[in-house]
C-alpha cells in the first residue's frame, strides 16, 4: 500500500476536526482486538468469548420478525443449497468445496453472504425436512470456513446481523437437529463477541443495528444483564438518531427505513417476551412512518439524498409510510422540503446537512439539490448510489455534478473523499418557506466558501400551479465557472428543442442562463456521468443536462419546469 499524500492527509486532518475524542479512542480500540483476535488460534478465542453457561430461552413463538416477513432471498433456497448466491447485483458460485471467503467478491457481497440473511428464504420453503438438511449442510461448510474473529465474516456489523438472523430462524432450521449444540454454542459467542465489539467510534445505524443484536441475543439466552444494559443504550440512541420530525439523523431515505424496521423489531420483540421498554420507542416508530409517507413520491419511491438506495415495495409496505396531504411540507430537524401543489408537478428539495458531525459515512454534496415528479412519478432525480468500493465510481455519486444542484469550479460543495469520509462540509441555511402565491423555499449554503472570492450558491425552488421555476445565483467575486445539472431518471431520453429547452414525455424543461451560459445535453449512457444507480450493481444509462457558465460573479440561471398535457 502506497503511503498517503499530503492532499490526503490534509483531507484526514479536516475529517477527524469533526469527530470526537471518544471516536478515535474507540477506533483504537477496535483495531487493537482486532489484531489481538488475529493472533490467537480461532478455537481458544471462540472459548474465551464464550460464557460456558447457555441456556437457550429462545424467542416467543408469536413473534414474527420484519425480516421474516421480508425475506432477502439470494435469489432463492434452492440455489443457495446449490452453492448460488446473489447480492448487489452479482451472481456468484461458492464452489466446490464452498469456498466462503470468496476474495474476488467486493467487499459489500461477502457482508452480504456472512449476514445470513439467505436463511430466511429456507424458513419459507414449503419442505421443512429438506430446509432443515440444506441449512445444516450450508452451516457445517461455513463453520469449517469460519474463523472466529476474521473480518469480513467477524465485522461487528456483520456479526450483529447473522446473530439476529440465528435466533430468528433457531426454532424452524436449528432445534433438534444435529447442529443445535454447535449454533447455540456460535450464538453464544456472538454474545460474548458483540458485548466487546460494539461500534461506537462508527455510532449511527450500525451501532443500532449491534444493539439490536445484543438485545435479541439477551431474549434468546435469558440475559437479564444484557437486556437491561442494552434496553438503556437503545433508548439513548433512539433519542439521538431519531430526529424531532422523525427523520433518521444520518438523512439518507434508505437507511431510515432500515433504522426504523429495527425499531420496529425492538418494539415487537420486548412486547413479545414481556419485557419493559420506554414508550419513546413506540412514539420514535410512529415519528418516522409520518417522516416516510411526507418524504416518498407518490409512486412509493424515495428521492436519493445521500447514500440512499432503492427500498423494496415490500418493505416499504410494511413500514406503513403515513400518506401526506398536498401542500407545503418542512422537515425541520432532518432538512427537507416537500412541495406538492396536488398538480402534476412535485418536488423535494434537499437543505439538509450533509451528516450528523461524527458521522460522515453517507454524506454526499448534494445540498439543495432537487428532485422532480410529474404524476407522482419521478423524472429528475439525484444519480444514486450504485457501489460503496473505494474508486471513481463512488467518488463520482458522492459528488456535487452527480446531483441536481450546482457546482462551482469543478469543486465539491463538501469535500467527499475515500469511500465513507468528508472533510469540509457545506452548511446549509433555510431563508424562507412560503406557501402563499405558489409554494416557495429559499435557501443557501456556504460549502464553496472556501475557494477564492468566497461564492455562496443560493436556490429558491417556486411551485405554482402549471410550473416549477427554479432560481440559482453565485454571488461573491471574481471569475469563475458555475454548472446546473439536471439528471434525468434512467430510461428517459429526452429530445433538445432549440438551444435552452429540453422536452420529455410529459414534461419540458427550459434554462434561461445569465450572460453566455451554454447548455449540454448528454445522450444516456454517453459518459460516466450519464447513468443513475438502480440499486447496487446497477447503473442504467440516463441523460443530463449541464447548465455552463463562465464569467465573474455574480452568475445565475433560471430553470422552468413544465407538465404541459398528458
Known amino acids: 500500500m502506497s503511503p498517503p499524500t499530503s492532499t490526503q492527509l490534509m483531507l484526514l486532518a479536516r475529517t477527524m476536526r469533526s469527530l470526537e475524542p471518544s471516536q478515535v479512542t474507540h477506533r483504537l480500540r477496535l483495531r487493537a482486538q482486532r489484531r489481538l483476535l488475529r493472533a490467537l488460534p480461532s478455537s481458544f478465542a471462540e472459548q474465551r468469548l464464550s460464557s460456558g453457561r447457555v441456556t437457550v430461552a429462545a424467542w416467543p413463538l408469536d413473534f414474527v420478525s420484519v425480516g421474516r416477513r421480508v425475506p432477502a432471498g439470494s435469489p432463492s433456497a434452492a440455489d443457495n443449497a446449490a452453492g448460488w448466491f446473489d447480492f448487489v447485483g452479482d451472481r456468484r458460485h461458492l464452489g466446490r468445496p464452498h469456498d466462503w471467503l470468496q476474495p474476488d467478491a467486493g467487499q459489500l457481497w461477502r457482508y452480504h453472504l456472512h449476514y445470513f440473511e439467505w436463511a430466511w428464504a429456507f424458513v419459507q420453503d414449503p419442505d421443512r425436512a429438506w430446509a432443515r438438511t440444506a441449512f445444516a449442510g450450508l452451516w457445517r461448510s461455513w463453520r469449517r470456513s469460519s474463523r472466529f474473529g476474521r473480518w469480513d465474516e467477524w465485522s461487528p456489523y456483520v456479526a450483529s446481523l447473522r446473530a439476529w438472523v440465528l435466533c430468528d430462524v433457531f426454532a424452524d432450521l436449528v432445534i433438534d437437529s444435529e447442529i443445535e449444540d454447535d449454533v447455540v454454542a456460535s450464538i453464544d459467542a456472538h454474545h460474548g463477541f458483540l458485548l466487546r465489539h460494539l461500534e461506537q467510534d462508527v455510532g449511527g445505524n450500525h451501532l443500532l443495528k449491534n444493539l439490536k443484536a445484543l438485545l435479541g441475543l439477551?431474549?434468546?439466552?435469558?440475559?437479564?444483564?444484557?437486556?437491561?444494559?442494552?434496553?438503556?443504550?437503545?433508548?439513548?440512541?433512539?433519542?439521538?438518531?431519531?430526529?424531532?420530525?422523525g427523520g433518521h439523523f444520518e438523512r439518507t431515505p434508505s437507511y431510515h427505513c432500515q433504522v426504523m424496521a429495527d425499531l420496529v423489531d425492538l418494539v415487537e420483540l420486548t412486547s413479545a417476551a414481556e419485557v419493559e421498554v420506554p414508550t419513546a420507542w413506540a412514539d420514535a416508530v410512529e415519528r418516522m412512518r409520518r417522516w416516510l409517507g411526507t418524504i416518498r413520491f407518490g409512486n412509493g419511491d424515495l428521492p436519493r439524498f445521500n447514500d440512499s438506495t432503492v427500498v423494496p415495495a415490500a418493505l416499504l409496505g410494511l413500514l406503513d409510510p403515513v400518506s401526506r396531504p398536498a401542500g407545503l411540507h418542512l422537515l425541520p430537524s432532518s432538512g427537507y422540503v416537500v412541495l406538492d401543489g396536488g398538480g402534476r408537478l412535485s418536488a423535494m428539495v434537499d437543505v439538509a446537512e450533509a451528516c450528523p458531525p461524527g458521522l460522515p459515512a453517507h454524506a454526499h454534496a448534494d445540498c439543495l439539490s432537487v428532485e422532480v415528479a410529474v404524476d407522482g412519478r419521478p423524472v429528475l432525480v439525484n444519480s444514486g448510489t450504485s457501489t460503496y468500493a473505494p474508486g471513481p465510481r463512488r467518488q463520482l455519486e458522492r459528488s456535487t455534478r452527480a446531483h441536481n444542484t450546482v457546482e462551482v469550479d469543478g469543486a465539491d460543495q463538501t469535500e467527499v473523499w475515500g469511500a465513507f469520509r468528508a472533510a469540509r462540509r457545506a452548511h446549509p441555511t433555510l431563508h424562507d418557506v412560503s406557501a402563499s402565491k405558489g409554494l416557495r423555499v429559499t435557501a443557501s449554503h456556504d460549502g464553496y466558501r472556501r475557494l477564492p472570492g468566497s461564492p455562496v450558491h443560493?436556490?429558491?425552488?417556486?411551485?405554482?400551479?402549471?410550473?416549477?421555476?427554479?432560481?440559482?445565483?453565485?454571488?461573491?467575486?471574481?471569475?469563475?465557472?458555475?454548472?446546473?445539472?439536471?439528471?434525468?431518471?434512467?430510461?428517459?431520453?429526452?429530445?433538445?428543442?432549440?438551444?435552452?429547452?429540453?422536452?420529455?414525455?410529459?414534461?419540458?424543461?427550459?434554462?434561461?442562463?445569465s450572460g453566455r451560459g451554454h447548455v449540454d445535453l448528454l445522450a444516456p449512457g454517453s459518459s460516466e456521468r450519464a447513468q443513475v444507480a438502480d440499486g447496487f450493481g446497477r447503473l442504467r444509462p440516463a441523460a443530463v443536462v449541464e447548465v455552463r457558465l463562465e464569467g465573474t460573479l455574480p452568475l445565475s440561471c433560471r430553470t422552468v419546469i413544465t407538465a404541459p398535457g398528458r
Open 458 to 513: 443560493t436556490r429558491t425552488v417556486r411551485l405554482g400551479p402549471d410550473d416549477l421555476v427554479v432560481d440559482d445565483r453565485v454571488d461573491g467575486s471574481g471569475h469563475h465557472r458555475v454548472v446546473v445539472c439536471w439528471h434525468f431518471t434512467a430510461g428517459k431520453d429526452p429530445v433538445r428543442i432549440g438551444s435552452h429547452r429540453v422536452s420529455l414525455d410529459h414534461l419540458d424543461l427550459v434554462v434561461e442562463p
Open 218 to 245: 439477551g431474549v434468546f439466552l435469558d440475559r437479564p444483564s444484557t437486556l437491561r444494559a442494552t434496553v438503556a443504550a437503545v433508548d439513548r440512541q433512539i433519542r439521538q438518531q431519531v430526529l424531532a420530525d
